[in-house]
């Protein structure tokens, strides 16, 4: 079966097969995008350090996923203040305290302390936000989801990992990135295996009704909870709470203030257990660091004016409409000195 | 690296196009080749490409040294020891020296003594089962004068090193390639085409059968058998028979496919073995390249040498099966697996003589043996002793075998494997059943006729045809796949 027909091979024929073949997944691809687009391309740590590469920014954010929450609030701080404060954030996608550590010291520490000529490339830098959540203290060992290849790799930390381990399951999702984003926009490449495309050409065939959405969300929100709940146990791991402490010595030995910014949580998600116990010990635990390292710490796992509509579908990041209001009440509220200029000395 | 995964496609058109640049010119295609195949073992394991480049040269030397004319007896069969004794020296250090030290450990423990040698955790060198054969086929073939001695370095590293079957196989005699290679080659359409078929459908057979089958279905079963019904045991032994269908047979296509891109065939390592109507036959069908190999260089030697071993034809099935078992993995799983293929053979060999009988005493058993019931029977017999010998092959631990074994029949549990448990799982389980049972219907005489009128289609049919295909798996397949379960091997 394998073995094609003699009659039927010559180069032409090959050559108008392939074409043939590729011109339908080209057009499938354009069709298929008309349902299930593309997804959104998210900042990611490479575009943090573009920007950070291209500017002297007073303040440098750095943290998980909902950093890029922070982006409409660059706009905002630039409008404030005329352009006196310049922001620059980066975030990192599905990443725990050792995954900041890590783009910290490897990418971002190189820019920090560039000299040219003798002189700081970027003095300004003043102040840093961590922004974080319980899950950055996380038990890799059961979470499984770090993926630094995909999200902050460069060429040349695949080439060292390869050289050291060979091409591996880890290192691999750097190859895999590279090869996506050759491809941006192709939605098959894009969404190869995820099933929303398949999902997407089912809801055309058999639509799924308004009801059974309300339920699979009821449903998604019920294990949310069970969830955050059973983190109690995982979520509490003694390396990424050392690579936090690290993350702090890094700001404070430059000069830089920290402040620890603890991001909102879907309301629906928090039931009083997992308040009383996971989210409970971790924020004890941002206040006593915040205390015993001088360090401001921003507490707005409860407060912030959002509701469960201003979550996306994954009920922990915020909507695009979301975000700048989420913006503006901060930097009326706890984030107002953002508006301030940064002090000389930096740390206090 | 591995061929099913995204590196081929940054590591494979580099290759073709270097490779092609050079059509007809056998020292640039080879070198090539032997550089693209050390490259490709590298990124397996950085620390190992000494194994493979050592076995290399050392075989080359023997083979040189064997082969020279007027060299004394003595001397050639010395050569040809050193090789069989370095080269199974090197896969019982690599595979099984924790396996015996443990079972020496747990040896002598049974029998009272207080004795615990270590036991090494050696990392496996890629796909040393499969060039290890080869090359012992090479010494042993050049010894007993049936290939011709290779001359040039160049050529014999790039055969073992050939790097669409470094990972799987096929096990590749000497002169099923390195008679290619001896010569520069020139692309052909009917190469490619051929190529690309093969690869496209080891690919479906690989990355969406057998990666289906595993984590949905077989895996969880197996993995907590008590959890399941009796039904769904009987079901994650026949799903692995797919799936380990779908990885190795997917697997030697891909490798095949590739092979072809560059001018190179290689042999065929399945054909359809679940129409085997014996279990004989089935070993002429699955994992052709290893059986023929363990024939020519082990059963055929032992069976028909002049000593003791001379016509124990039952016994040398039983020892050939042990083995074979064996160099699937150090296990007694693996061991137990095999001696029960063994015993299969020698009942089927016993009963083919007691039929010959029957046949001579009345001319109606001829007759009964070429009926459909018959027929019938003996395939359901043949493809239940392959599924139920499975058991052992996946699960090594001999308590564990026996307590799946009893929950084939009795069982409590109750959970549903996650591709039974929602509408879009079970329609991936029918599309993949459906597609086993379409592959196979091509080997009748009306799916034979259909897949002729398919090739004989006009191109922009078959064009649009396979771009469907394609955009089924873009759909269907993730990116990063499973490993290949004959890659442990």
């Given at each position: 079966?394998?073995?094609?027909?003699?009659?039927?091979?010559?180069?032409?024929?090959?050559?108008?097969?392939a074409v043939c073949a590729l011109v339908t997944v080209v057009a499938a691809d354009f069709a298929l995008a008309r349902l299930s687009p593309v997804p959104t391309a998210?900042?990611?740590?490479?575009?943090?350090?573009?920007?950070?590469?291209?500017?002297?920014?007073?303040?440098?954010?750095?943290?998980?996923?909902?950093?890029?929450?922070?982006?409409?609030?660059?706009?905002?701080?630039?409008?404030?203040?005329?352009?006196?404060?310049?922001?620059?954030?980066?975030?990192?996608?599905?990443?725990?305290?050792?995954?900041?550590?890590?783009?910290?010291?490897?990418?971002?520490?190189?820019?920090?302390?560039?000299?040219?000529?003798?002189?700081?490339?970027?003095?300004?830098?003043?102040?840093?936000?961590?922004?974080?959540?319980?899950?950055?203290?996380?038990?890799?060992?059961?979470?499984?989801?770090?993926?630094?290849?995909?999200?902050?790799?460069?060429?040349?930390?695949?080439?060292?990992?390869?050289?050291?381990?060979?091409?591996?399951?880890?290192?691999?999702?750097?190859?895999q990135t590279r090869w996506k984003s050759a491809f941006s926009g192709s939605v098959l490449i894009q969404n190869r295996g995820h099933e929303r495309v398949g999902d997407a050409l089912r809801e055309v065939?058999?639509?799924?009704?308004?009801?059974?959405?309300?339920?699979?969300?009821?449903?998604?929100?019920?294990?949310?909870?069970?969830?955050?709940?059973?983190?109690?146990?995982?979520?509490?791991?003694?390396?990424?709470?050392?690579?936090?402490?690290?993350?702090?010595?890094?700001?404070?030995?430059?000069?830089?203030?920290?402040?620890?910014?603890?991001?909102?949580?879907?309301?629906?998600?928090?039931?009083?257990?997992?308040?009383?116990?996971?989210?409970?010990?971790?924020?004890?635990?941002?206040?006593?660091?915040?205390?015993?390292?001088?360090?401001?710490?921003?507490?707005?796992?409860?407060?912030?004016?959002?509701?469960?509509?201003?979550?996306?579908?994954?009920?922990?990041?915020?909507?695009?409409?979301?975000?700048?209001?989420?913006?503006?009440?901060?930097?009326?509220?706890?984030?107002?000195?953002?508006?301030?200029?940064?002090?000389?000395?930096?740390?206090? | 690296?591995?061929?099913?995964?995204v590196?081929?496609w940054?590591?494979?058109?580099?290759?073709?196009?270097?490779?092609?640049?050079?059509?007809?010119?056998?020292?640039?295609?080879?070198?090539?080749?032997?550089?693209?195949?050390?490259?490709?073992?590298?990124?397996?394991?950085?620390?190992?490409?000494?194994?493979?480049?050592?076995?290399?040269?050392?075989?080359?030397?023997?083979?040189?040294?064997?082969?020279?004319?007027?060299?004394?007896?003595?001397?050639?069969?010395?050569?040809?020891?050193?090789?069989?004794?370095?080269?199974?020296?090197?896969?019982?250090?690599?595979?099984?020296?924790?396996?015996?030290?443990?079972?020496?450990?747990?040896?002598?423990?049974?029998?009272?003594?207080?004795?615990?040698?270590?036991?090494?955790?050696?990392?496996?060198?890629?796909?040393?089962?499969?060039?290890?054969?080869?090359?012992?086929?090479?010494?042993?073939?050049?010894?007993?004068?049936?290939?011709?001695?290779?001359?040039?370095?160049?050529?014999?590293?790039?055969?073992?090193?050939?790097?669409?079957?470094?990972?799987?196989?096929?096990?590749?005699?000497?002169?099923?390639?390195?008679?290619?290679?001896?010569?520069?080659?020139?692309?052909?359409?009917?190469?490619?085409?051929?190529?690309?078929?093969?690869?496209l459908?080891?690919f479906i057979?690989?990355a969406y059968?057998?990666?289906?089958?595993?984590?949905?279905?077989?895996?969880?079963?197996?993995?907590?058998?008590?959890?399941?019904?009796?039904?769904?045991?009987?079901?994650?032994?026949?799903?692995?028979?797919?799936?380990?269908?779908?990885?190795?047979?997917?697997?030697?296509?891909?490798?095949?496919?590739?092979?072809?891109?560059?001018?190179?065939?290689?042999?065929?390592?399945?054909?359809?073995?679940?129409?085997?109507?014996?279990?004989?036959?089935?070993?002429?069908?699955?994992?052709?390249?290893?059986?023929?190999?363990?024939?020519?260089?082990?059963?055929?030697?032992?069976?028909?040498?002049?000593?003791?071993?001379?016509?124990?034809?039952?016994?040398?099935?039983?020892?050939?099966?042990?083995?074979?078992?064996?160099?699937?993995?150090?296990?007694?799983?693996?061991?137990?697996?095999?001696?029960?293929?063994?015993?299969?053979?020698?009942?089927?060999?016993?009963?083919?003589?007691?039929?010959?009988?029957?046949?001579?005493?009345?001319?109606?058993?001829?007759?009964?043996?070429?009926?459909?019931?018959?027929?019938?029977?003996?395939?359901?017999?043949?493809?239940?002793?392959?599924?139920?010998?499975?058991?052992?092959?996946?699960?090594?631990?001999?308590?564990?075998?026996?307590?799946?074994?009893?929950?084939?029949?009795?069982?409590?549990?109750?959970?549903?494997?996650?591709?039974?448990?929602?509408?879009?799982?079970?329609?991936?389980?029918?599309?993949?059943?459906?597609?086993?049972?379409?592959?196979?219907?091509?080997?009748?005489?009306?799916?034979?006729?259909?897949?002729?009128?398919?090739?004989?289609?006009?191109?922009?049919?078959?064009g649009v045809a396979y771009g469907l295909v394609l955009v089924y798996l873009f759909i269907y397949v993730p990116l990063s796949a499973?490993?290949?379960?004959?890659?442990?091997?």
């Amino acid at each position: 079966m394998a073995q094609a027909n003699q009659s039927t091979s010559n180069w032409g024929s090959v050559a108008v097969v392939a074409v043939c073949a590729l011109v339908t997944v080209v057009a499938a691809d354009f069709a298929l995008a008309r349902l299930s687009p593309v997804p959104t391309a998210i900042m990611e740590v490479d575009d943090g350090i573009r920007m950070l590469r291209d500017h002297d920014p007073d303040t440098l954010i750095l943290g998980s996923s909902h950093t890029r929450s922070f982006l409409p609030m660059r706009d905002l701080i630039r409008e404030r203040t005329s352009g006196d404060n310049e922001v620059v954030l980066v975030p990192v996608e599905w990443g725990l305290f050792t995954s900041y550590k890590w783009v910290l010291d490897n990418r971002v520490a190189p820019l920090v302390d560039e000299v040219r000529n003798g002189q700081k490339v970027r003095p300004s830098i003043k102040r840093a936000l961590i922004i974080t959540t319980f899950y950055d203290a996380c038990d890799v060992q059961h979470i499984g989801n770090v993926n630094l290849p995909a999200r902050a790799w460069e060429a040349q930390h695949f080439g060292d990992d390869l050289a050291h381990k060979g091409l591996t399951e880890f290192n691999r999702n750097y190859l895999q990135t590279r090869w996506k984003s050759a491809f941006s926009g192709s939605v098959l490449i894009q969404n190869r295996g995820h099933e929303r495309v398949g999902d997407a050409l089912r809801e055309v065939v058999r639509p799924v009704s308004d009801e059974r959405k309300a339920e699979v969300r009821a449903e998604n929100v019920k294990w949310a909870k069970r969830n955050m709940e059973k983190q109690w146990d995982i979520c509490w791991h003694p390396p990424e709470i050392a690579a936090l402490e690290q993350i702090l010595d890094f700001f404070l030995t430059r000069d830089i203030e920290p402040t620890i910014i603890l991001f909102p949580l879907l309301p629906d998600i928090t039931s009083e257990k997992s308040k009383a116990t996971t989210l409970l010990r971790y924020e004890k635990y941002a206040a006593e660091l915040g205390k015993r390292r001088g360090v401001r710490v921003v507490d707005m796992t409860y407060g912030a004016p959002l509701v469960g509509a201003d979550f996306q579908d994954d009920f922990d990041h915020l909507t695009r409409e979301a975000n700048p209001r989420f913006a503006a009440w901060a930097l009326e509220n706890h984030l107002q000195f953002l508006l301030e200029p940064p002090s000389p000395g930096g740390a206090p | 690296m591995s061929i099913h995964q995204v590196e081929l496609w940054f590591f494979l058109p580099v290759m073709l196009v270097l490779y092609w640049l050079g059509a007809g010119r056998r020292l640039w295609q080879n070198g090539v080749l032997l550089v693209g195949g050390w490259l490709f073992y590298w990124t397996w394991n950085p620390t190992l490409l000494w194994v493979i480049v050592a076995a290399t040269v050392l075989d080359y030397a023997i083979g040189r040294f064997i082969g020279t004319e007027g060299r004394p007896e003595s001397h050639r069969k010395a050569a040809l020891a050193l090789s069989v004794i370095y080269n199974l020296g090197q896969l019982c250090w690599f595979k099984y020296i924790g396996w015996f030290t443990g079972s020496f450990n747990d040896l002598m423990t049974a029998l009272g003594f207080e004795v615990s040698a270590p036991i090494l955790k050696i990392a496996l060198p890629l796909g040393i089962s499969y060039f290890t054969f080869g090359k012992l086929a090479y010494a042993i073939e050049v010894y007993y004068r049936r290939s011709p001695v290779c001359e040039s370095l160049l050529n014999f590293a790039t055969w073992v090193a050939f790097f669409p079957q470094l990972v799987a196989g096929p096990i590749v005699r000497p002169r099923q390639m390195i008679p290619q290679i001896e010569v520069g080659r020139r692309p052909t359409a009917k190469m490619f085409a051929g190529g690309a078929q093969a690869f496209l459908l080891g690919f479906i057979l690989k990355a969406y059968v057998a990666d289906w089958l595993g984590p949905n279905i077989v895996d969880p079963i197996m993995s907590a058998p008590t959890d399941y019904s009796a039904a769904m045991h009987w079901l994650a032994v026949v799903g692995y028979g797919l799936q380990i269908f779908g990885d190795f047979a997917g697997y030697s296509l891909m490798a095949i496919g590739l092979g072809r891109l560059f001018g190179v065939e290689l042999p065929e390592n399945f054909n359809f073995p679940f129409l085997s109507k014996s279990m004989m036959e089935f070993w002429r069908r699955w994992h052709i390249t290893l059986n023929t190999w363990l024939f020519d260089y082990l059963y055929g030697p032992l069976t028909l040498s002049r000593g003791w071993w001379r016509g124990r034809l039952d016994l040398g099935f039983l020892v050939v099966f042990a083995l074979c078992g064996l160099w699937h993995g150090a296990a007694w799983g693996f061991m137990l697996w095999g001696v029960l293929h063994g015993v299969a053979l020698v009942v089927e060999r016993r009963w083919g003589e007691y039929y010959k009988t029957l046949c001579r005493k009345d001319r109606v058993w001829v007759k009964r043996r070429k009926t459909r019931v018959y027929a019938f029977v003996a395939w359901a017999l043949a493809q239940s002793w392959f599924i139920v010998t499975l058991i052992p092959f996946r699960i090594h631990d001999v308590g564990n075998i026996a307590g799946y074994v009893q929950g084939m029949f009795v069982s409590a549990g109750s959970a549903v494997p996650p591709g039974l448990e929602s509408l879009r799982e079970l329609q991936h389980f029918a599309v993949i059943l459906l597609f086993l049972v379409v592959y196979h219907l091509t080997q009748t005489r009306l799916g034979g006729w259909a897949w002729g009128r398919f090739q004989a289609a006009p191109a922009p049919i078959r064009g649009v045809a396979y771009g469907l295909v394609l955009v089924y798996l873009f759909i269907y397949v993730p990116l990063s796949a499973g490993t290949f379960v004959y890659a442990n091997f």
